[in-house]
């Protein structure tokens, strides 16, 4: 299982929300290069980097994310707010996999041209949602789709790769969303990342049991409560 550390970035300083509530915020630094790249020596898999502000529709850090991607050796996924063609294939120029949401749902033609562009294993698949019930926009607003039913669109689209986020979950450290993972976790020939809730090592020990992918360490890693050395080891 891969464990993957997330770098959240609002107004260029690293930060977590609290269920993705951009007024419920804390910042856990000033320096994003220095936080990679205690990450990636600490022995990452990858990193998921997250522009919130363009999530929000309310800014951009897209320049500042090129410029740590081109100083870590480590793989990088990146998310937020990538929205159109244009800047997904902008984006796949230097990093090695984007995470996609409300393009996926609102735009699915645009999506098929992605896909052949730059193949499956390059395009994250992000599937947020509120106890089963699929959103977008920034976690703002419901598709009206259940989990499982729209990611089987995405399969038999051709797409394998997901990244499951319970937002009621998300930067509570309550534990993750084991349930729907673990629902996921049965569609065949796919790889799921979990994101959301994870609070300690048993949490890690726990997800990776459902056969997920990779795991998101998040506002855990940042209150020092679980270390990247110590989830590689069960990983």
């Not at 990858?46 to 100083?71: P, W, Y």
């Not at 699929?134 to 990611?151: A, Y």
Request: glycine share 8%; net charge neutral.
């Amino acid at each position: 299982m891969k464990i993957i550390p997330a770098i959240d970035l609002m107004e260029g300083k690293v930060v977590r929300l609290y269920k993705g509530n951009p007024e419920k915020k804390t910042i856990y630094s000033k320096d994003p290069l220095e936080t990679a790249k205690k990450w990636e020596q600490a022995g990452a898999d990858m990193i998921h980097f997250v522009d919130l502000d363009a999530t929000l529709g309310r800014g951009t850090n897209i320049e500042i994310i090129k410029n740590l991607v081109n100083q870590l050796s480590v793989p990088v996924q990146v998310a937020g707010g990538l929205r159109d063609e244009s800047i997904i294939s902008q984006v796949l120029k230097y990093s090695s996999r984007v995470v996609i949401g409300t393009i996926a749902f609102q735009k699915k033609e645009i999506l098929k041209k992605i896909l052949e562009s730059f193949g499956k294993e390059r395009i994250v698949i992000s599937v947020d949602h509120v106890d089963g019930d699929i959103v977008v926009e920034g976690w703002q607003k419901s598709t009206g789709k259940k989990l499982i039913e729209g990611m089987n669109e995405f399969v038999d689209m051709g797409f394998s790769e997901f990244l499951l986020t319970n937002v009621s979950k998300d930067g509570t450290l309550q534990g993750p969303d084991l349930e729907h993972l673990e629902q996921a976790c049965k569609i065949k020939n796919v790889n799921v990342i979990s994101s959301g809730g994870i609070s300690n090592l048993d949490d890690v020990i726990k997800v990776k049991e459902k056969n997920a992918f990779g795991v998101i360490l998040g506002k855990a890693l940042y209150e020092n409560l679980i270390t990247i050395e110590e989830a590689k080891k069960i990983s």
